[in-house]
């Protein structure tokens, strides 16, 4: 009684068998190998629960003695004694919510098949791996308790708002029988540890199955851009032959035209390619027609191949089979992005490529033309990010990064978070320099911007407004650069081109910034409006 007194039950007379009913389909024993049951209940109650067990269960129901639990007790007592191990303390079932790739999963910090000797401290095999992103001044985290009714969030102060994203390792530590469990959190970069505490954390009153889907709601990310083929560059034209008819006579020559071929495949009528920048060539095009087409690229290579080694002859004379290869995009032999690679590692050196300092541009954007295995693009990548990006030149370097990022969902997972910082100051610098001017040096600012937002690919929360102060700097130099283009009006022709078509793509880039992007072609838009 609340007092401390007792009041005598006499349940002599009490029918038990009136009481206890327990629907089979409530306890859910089909599957069970063994059935153990226990309780304090004596006399014909006890007798009526095993019953009602008993008709639910496919085996034997073991019906334990009142003295059971205590009589194990003291076993377990006995062998901690003497030095034995206690298997199977009770470990109640705990998850968290973290993010990857590929969204909002769930991360079971201790997991359902885990058994722990008694009396020794649990900690979870496998931390959580978390990240918060800069300009947060805290963290919530998730977590799922087996016995818990709901799902609790917990919110972590950091005490001041982050300047670079900080990585977080979570896990559990827990003494069985000794108390609740003690959810660690680990910032090294903060060189910092937390204590996440589940009694003070919010009870979320939804299911765990919904939080991780309301989490998986992610911002939008810029769809990767994929120039288009067609047939229009094959056929002829009013104004030159199509590739088709050049087919039937170039393959067969001494004295290949570069210089045209290159033109052909460079040529984007009605905004597609001969072939796409993913190397697809249309399907009416026949075997024997890429037949054709592969004599001309081997020549290509042979040619190429010749002026690496410093061997004269018709056609070494300058880069324009270079160009007709680059052209192809991925569908550009493999080794002519080591041969573009090789000559950017020997920068500053004389080299076949480079005659002048215009050769550059197409040795860089080549490469960011063709690069296609994940191994070169991993070395492309790295041959830029280790080179002064502060000294980037907006037509080579940039360009080719732009390119590589904007075209590729590998790509974005080789930059780290100091490689996002440098490359937006790199591209506020490549937005800056065309203010006040003819924006001729534009075209690849709002690539370079668009394919850094597909970092997202990589951090989910990763440049967005009012959450990582890199998107707020980017979001200032758009406006700056919007500003400028609203005040001009100028007589200029080219000038209001190119002012009408990049006003409503820095609108677009605003909202992508914002996490609510909506035009899933905004870097074709980007490509067009460049006239790249």
Known sequence: MPNGDWEVLDLTNYDASAAVSIPSSELSLADCDIVIFETLAEGRLKERLNEAIQEASPVEVHT???????????????????????????LPRLSTIVFGSDGAKNFDLIRK???????????????????????????????????????????????????????????????????????????????RNFVVDWDEALE??????????????????????????????????????????LLESEPNRSRTDWATLRQKLSQRPFGKYCISSDGDVPPEITAETLERFEILTSK????????????????????????????????????????????????????????????????????GRIVGSEEDEARAMRLLLTSSIKDWIWNRQSAAMAFMLSRSDTAPSYLKREDVEKLTKRTIADFQRNIGGQYTMFNYAPFLLAGLVRWRLVDPTALVIGADPLADDLLAIIEKTEQDLKARRGSNTNFQRRRLKFLPILQDLKSELAGEGSNPDLLLDIYGASGT
């Open 113 to 191: 098949e885990e058994t722990l000797e008694a009396g020794r401290i649990y900690r979870s095999p496998e931390a959580a791996s978390l990240a918060i992103p800069a300009g947060q001044e805290s963290v919530s985290v998730f977590l799922r308790k087996e016995e818990a009714p709901w799902p609790r969030k917990a919110s972590v102060s950091l005490g001041a708002p982050l300047k670079h994203q900080a990585a977080v390792s979570l896990w559990v530590e827990q003494k069985p029988a000794a108390g609740r469990a003690r959810i660690l959190m680990e910032a090294p970069d903060l060189g």
């Open 64 to 90: 334990l003695p009142a003295t059971a639990v205590a009589e194990g007790a003291l076993e377990a007592a006995r062998r901690a004694g003497d030095g034995e191990p206690i298997f199977f303390d009770f």
């Open 204 to 245: 979320e009153e939804r299911p765990w199955s919904e939080i991780i889907e309301s989490l998986d709601t992610q911002v939008s990310i810029p769809k990767r851009l994929v120039l288009p083929c067609g047939m229009e560059a094959w056929h002829d034209s009013d104004r030159s032959a199509g590739m088709l008819t």
């Open 300 to 367: 290509a290579l042979e040619v190429t191949e010749k002026r690496l080694r410093g061997e004269s002859g018709y056609g070494t004379e300058d880069n324009e089979a270079l160009k007709f290869l680059s052209w192809q995009f991925r569908r550009c032999p493999r080794n002519v992005a080591t041969w573009l690679m090789d000559c950017i590692e020997a920068s500053g050196r004389n080299h076949p490529f480079v005659k002048h300092q215009a050769s550059w541009v197409l040795v860089y954007q080549g490469l």
